[in-house]
Each structure stands twice: as structure tokens, then as C-alpha cells.
């Protein structure tokens, strides 16, 4: 069995260069990870249902397990001196760590409770994690294709945490008795083609043209040459993600004719989940444009999201952009 730590050490050691800024990091991830997990388990008795009243920079209402877990990420990271900025989807601003100002060289980009709403009904949740390098001149805003690990935890019937650092992509399996994470996937390649369609289709009357007759084209029956569709969608963009990383398949949060940019954040969701997809041999895009690619303009940035297996987010992007159907 190898755990999180054994594996983080001997990656380490293989880079002679390495200052253990990478290894602290993901520590301290996996640490939130369990923190949460526990968060999590109890939340029915310790009175962690329900709302806050206040609502996050998304114009959304904020729960109570969104800022307890907002707060165990900061609080975990103030405590150390390797992330000298932290950007949360329920902070408007960056939020600077004391202690790194003199020595940090990262900023981190998290949404620390992904698909909170399940919370009250026992469904799928996740905490999304991405790290970059702060710029020379200070600047913290980078394309997705220069992160340096991308990943996220995942609460379901187990607790997961996947990550790449652009070697592949790792997966490891929280046992909450020994209170460790154990490797238990490494090289995840995703299927060229899946089943899956993971899409709200509630909101098929919102979207542009092109989008609604793809999605019909798949609820008809699909593409002679692709197989036939099976629809999966929970709530959890974490879930429904790692779902199609295992599968196969698409996810789709696609823009609105009002709302061009849709409602997915492009530095802690988006960007971190195609770095995960894209290591595993998947595509993560706009419609348009590569989700790795894209300049941020903003840290809280909306972006339409397009990810999954390789064939299938091509077929989609042809589609939207005219080409052959
Ligand atoms: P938050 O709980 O972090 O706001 O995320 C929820 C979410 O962004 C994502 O997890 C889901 O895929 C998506 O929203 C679900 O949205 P709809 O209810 O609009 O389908």
C-alpha cells in the first residue's frame, strides 16, 4: 500500500531540484480533504445544515458547510509559509497568508465545497484545488496549461483525492480509519469515446441553437458512428467529472443566450478539472477554444465547459463551430 506521503516523497526525491514547497502543499490539501471528509459525516448531527443568509461573490447563497469549509482551507495554509495567496470562490478578494509573504511562491485557487446543495440529502461533494506559481511581477492570473497541480477531493460513498502535476494523474483513497490516503489508481487514461452525457438539460432553453441540437442529436439516439448515450448528472460537477474520467463520456455546462459565460468558474473549476482530463488523454474546451489556454482576465472568471473524452468534446466543438453533423 502506498500512501499519499510515500508517494509525495519518493516524487520529491526524484527531482533534485525539488525545496518540498510541492510536497507541504499537497499535505496540506490532503489534510483539508480529511478535515472536510469528518465536516462532512457529522454534518446532519452537529447542526452544518442549512444556509448562512449571506450570499458569495457568484450571487449565490452561501451554506454553512461552504465557509466552514472556506475557513479549514485558510486556516490550514496560514499556518504555513508556501501559498502567499489564496482565491476562493467564497472570498471576493484574494485573501493574502501572513507568514508567506516573504517566502511563498504559489497561490492556490479552490472551491472549497462543490455542489453544496447535496449536503442536505447525502449526495456527492467536492473541494477543487489548483496551484500556480506567482509571476515575477507579481501577477496571479495564468493560463490553466501553466499550473503546476490541478485536482480535487472527492466526498461520495469514499473519500478521493486526484491530482496531477502534469505527469499523469494520480488517485488515492482516503481509509478514514487509519486516517491516511492510499494510492489506488495512477496513469488514469480516459476512454476516446463514452456513453455519458452529463448535462442539466433544464436549462436546454436558455442555451444558443447549435448547443440545444447537440444535445438533442445525443437524446435522439447520437451519432451513427459514436455510441449510444446514457444521461448521469448529480449536481456535483466533481462527480459528474470523475464519473466520465473512469467511463467516459461528456460533461457540458454550456453558456446562456443571456449569459454568454455560463456558470462555471475558469481558475477553480474549469482549469483544474481539464488539467486532471487532459492528463488522463481527454479534452476540456469553450466550444471554441482550450479551457488550458484561455488568458484569465478576472480570478472569479465564468467560462462554458466542454470536458471529457477526447472524440467526443472534438464531435462537439465541430457541431457548435458548424462543421460536419
Ligand atoms: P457550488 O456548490 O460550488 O456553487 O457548485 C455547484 C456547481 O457549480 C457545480 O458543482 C455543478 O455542476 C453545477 O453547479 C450545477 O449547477 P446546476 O444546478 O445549474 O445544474
Request: charge should be negative.
Amino acid at each position: 500500500m502506498i500512501s499519499l506521503t510515500r508517494h509525495i516523497l519518493d516524487r520529491q526525491q526524484s527531482h533534485p531540484d525539488h525545496t518540498g514547497a510541492l510536497s507541504a502543499m499537497m499535505t496540506h490539501i490532503a489534510l483539508c480533504g480529511k478535515l472536510i471528509a469528518r465536516d462532512l459525516n457529522q454534518a446532519g448531527l452537529s447542526g452544518l445544515l442549512g444556509t448562512t443568509g449571506t450570499t458569495n461573490v457568484h450571487g449565490e447563497q452561501v451554506r454553512t458547510l461552504d465557509e466552514r469549509a472556506n475557513r479549514t482551507f485558510v486556516d490550514v495554509f496560514e499556518e504555513s509559509d508556501v501559498v502567499r495567496v489564496v482565491v476562493s470562490e467564497e472570498m471576493e478578494e484574494p485573501f493574502a497568508i501572513k507568514r508567506a509573504q516573504g517566502s511563498g511562491t504559489y497561490a492556490l485557487f479552490l472551491d472549497p465545497l462543490d455542489g453544496s446543495s447535496n449536503v442536505d440529502v447525502n449526495a456527492p461533494l467536492g473541494s477543487i484545488f489548483s496551484i500556480h506559481r506567482v509571476g515575477a511581477s507579481g501577477s496571479i492570473l495564468k493560463a490553466g496549461r501553466e499550473q503546476v497541480v490541478g485536482g480535487y477531493v472527492l466526498y461520495g460513498a469514499s473519500t478521493l483525492l486526484v491530482y496531477t502535476c502534469g505527469d499523469g494523474v494520480h488517485q488515492f483513497t482516503l481509509d478514514s480509519a487509519v486516517g491516511e490516503f492510499f494510492l489506488s489508481g495512477s496513469g488514469i487514461h480516459i476512454p476516446p469515446r463514452g456513453k455519458i452525457c452529463s448535462v442539466n438539460t433544464g436549462n436546454q432553453s436558455k442555451w444558443p441553437g447549435a448547443m440545444r441540437k447537440v444535445v438533442e442529436h445525443f437524446q435522439m439516439g447520437g451519432d451513427e458512428t459514436g455510441p449510444s448515450r446514457t444521461a448521469r448528472y448529480s449536481g456535483c460537477l466533481v462527480a459528474d467529472v470523475h464519473r466520465i474520467l473512469w467511463k467516459g463520456g461528456l460533461y457540458l455546462y454550456p453558456g446562456e443566450v443571456k449569459k454568454p459565460a455560463g456558470k462555471l468558474r475558469l481558475m477553480y473549476e474549469a482549469a483544474p478539472l481539464s488539467f486532471v482530463v487532459e492528463q488522463a488523454g481527454g479534452l476540456g474546451s469553450t466550444g471554441e477554444e482550450r479551457i488550458l489556454s484561455l488568458q484569465p482576465r478576472m480570478p472569479h472568471q465564468c467560462v462554458p465547459l466542454i470536458i471529457g473524452s477526447r472524440e467526443d468534446v472534438e464531435f462537439v466543438e465541430q457541431c457548435l463551430q458548424g462543421g460536419s453533423r
